[in-house]
C-alpha cells in the first residue's frame, strides 16, 4: 500500500480475505464497506461518488457485488492523482473474469492472491524453504534432525487441507462445511461472473477434475465424462480457475526439446476440498489397497504443490511455476524458475524411500539445463534428509513447514 494504488485481495470464498481486510481497516482508523450486505450494497449503489471520496484508505469487501464501484474509485484517482493507498478490496474472483467495465483500474491495481492457510501459519511457524533452497540449498539437506511426521499425520493434514474454517473441524462437521462450500461457491458466486444454467454439470466438471488432480489436463475426456461439448467444458474449467476452485499448473520448458509435453496439469485449490469431494478419509488414506494408495499419491502431489505455491506468492522476487514431462515417461511435479533462469525441481512421492527411478525426471532436467538447477528434491514420508547425487536431494515432505533458522 506504500507503492500501489489500489491492491486487490482474490482468493476463494472464505479464505480469509475479509478477515485480513478487517484487520487491516482496523489499524488505520477506517472502516469497511460490506457488499456482501444486501442494504449496504444498496446504499452504496445510490451514493458511489459519496462512498468513494471517503478518507483512503478505502476498504471495499466483495467488489464484485457492485462492480461499478471500480469506476467510481477510478474517477477518484483521475481527480486527484494515482496516489499509493487509495484502496484495498477483495473478491472472490479473478477481477479480469468480471465484466469490462469491472475492469476499470487496470494499471493501477495490483493484485495479491490469498490461498488457503499453509501447514506453517497453522502452526505459527515462520516457513521459507524456498527462500533456503534458492539461497543455501545444503542448509536445507545438511545436519537436519530426523522427521517424526507419520504417514497417518501426513494422510490428517491432507484430508484436513488449509481452509480457515475448515481445517479445525472433523469428522461430519467438516464434511458439512466443504458441501456448503461447493454449493454456495456454484449456485451464488458463479452467477456473479457468469449466466450459467448448467448448474449441476459444472459440479460434475469439479468432480471429474477433482478424480484428475495432480494429472495431465485432459478437457476433452472431461466434456465427455460429463455429458457436454468441449466448448463448454472449457468455459466451465475457467469459471472454476476465476472462482479459485481449482488451479492449473502450465507446462513448462517446452523449448528445451521437442517431445515435451504442452499440456497443464490440474490440482484443486485445497488438499482438504480435494478430500471431500474424493469421499475420502484419513482412516481411507491408512490403507494399503492399490487404488488408496494410487490416491494418495494424487492427493498428497496436491498437498505438497499447494504448500510450495504458498511460499511462492509470498518470495521478494516473482517466480513462474509449471510441472515438466516428456513423452519417454520422465516428469518433474514442479518446477520453480526465477527471473535470472535459476531452478528448483520438486517430486513428491507417497513413499518412504526415493528410489533410483524416482530421480529419472530430476536428473533429465539436470542434464537439459545444466548449471541453471539449483536443486532438485525427491519429498518423500520418510525421516531423513540427504543429497542422492550432484545438486540433487532427499527431503521429508515436513521439511516445508519445519522453522529456518535463518530466516528468524
Not at 128 to 140: F, I, R, T, Y
Request: net charge negative; hydrophobic share 40%; charged share 25%.
Amino acid at each position: 500500500m506504500a507503492e500501489e494504488p489500489v491492491v486487490a485481495l482474490h482468493g476463494p470464498r472464505s479464505v480469509g480475505k475479509s478477515t485480513v481486510l478487517r484487520l487491516f481497516a482496523e489499524g488505520r482508523g477506517v472502516s469497511v464497506v460490506d457488499l456482501d450486505d444486501v442494504e449496504v450494497r444498496e446504499a452504496v449503489a445510490g451514493n458511489l461518488g459519496a462512498v468513494t471520496r471517503g478518507a483512503s484508505p478505502l476498504c471495499i469487501d466483495e467488489y464484485q457485488r457492485l462492480p461499478d464501484i471500480l469506476d467510481s474509485i477510478k474517477a477518484r484517482l483521475n481527480r486527484e492523482g494515482s496516489q499509493p493507498g487509495t484502496a484495498v478490496i477483495t473478491g472472490s474472483t479473478r477481477q479480469d473474469a468480471l465484466p469490462v467495465t469491472a475492469q476499470a483500474l487496470t494499471g493501477r491495481l495490483h493484485t495479491l492472491t490469498i490461498w488457503p492457510l499453509s501447514q506453517g501459519e497453522l502452526a505459527g511457524v515462520r516457513e521459507g524453504l524456498l527462500e533456503v533452497l534458492s539461497a543455501q540449498p545444503e542448509e536445507a539437506v545438511l545436519g537436519q534432525p530426523l522427521s517424526a511426521t507419520s504417514r497417518e499425520e501426513y494422510a490428517s493434514r491432507v484430508c484436513a487441507g488449509g481452509m480457515p474454517l475448515a481445517v479445525h473441524r472433523s469428522g461430519a462437521a467438516r464434511t458439512r462445511w466443504f458441501d456448503d462450500f461447493v454449493r454456495q461457491s456454484v449456485e451464488r458466486d458463479a452467477l456473479d461472473v457468469s449466466n450459467i444454467r448448467q448448474r449441476q454439470a459444472m459440479v460434475d466438471l469439479l468432480r471429474h477434475l477433482t478424480a484428475q488432480t495432480g494429472q495431465l489436463l485432459n478437457v476433452l475426456k472431461a466434456a465427455e465424462a460429463i455429458g457436454v461439448d468441449r466448448r463448454t467444458a472449457e468455459e466451465h474449467l475457467r469459471l472454476l480457475e476465476d472462482l479459485f476452485l481449482v488451479v492449473r499448473l502450465p507446462a513448462w520448458g517446452k523449448t528445451l526439446r521437442s517431445r515435451v509435453s504442452a499440456r497443464p496439469k490440474v490440482h484443486l485449490v485445497d488438499s482438504g476440498l480435494a478430500a471431500r469431494l474424493l469421499r475420502i478419509t484419513p482412516d481411507k488414506l491408512g490403507g494399503l489397497d492399490p487404488a488408496t494408495l494410487t490416491e494418495f499419491g494424487h492427493l498428497l502431489e496436491t498437498f505438497v504443490v499447494g504448500e510450495l505455491r504458498k511460499q511462492a506468492s509470498w518470495l521478494e522476487e516473482p517466480v513462474e511455476l509449471g510441472h515438466w514431462r516428456t513423452s519417454d515417461g520422465a516428469e518433474v511435479d514442479l518446477i520453480v524458475e526465477h527471473d535470472d533462469g535459476r531452478v528448483l525441481a520438486f517430486e513428491v512421492k507417497a513413499n518412504e524411500r526415493a528410489t533410483n527411478n524416482d530421480f529419472k525426471g530430476l536428473r533429465q532436467l539436470r542434464d537439459a539445463i545444466g548449471t541453471r538447477l539449483i536443486a532438485g528434491i525427491v519429498f518423500t514420508t520418510g525421516q531423513r534428509s540427504y543429497t542422492y547425487d550432484d545438486r540433487l536431494h532427499v527431503l521429508p515432505i515436513d521439511r516445508l513447514w519445519a522453522p529456518s533458522p535463518s530466516l528468524a
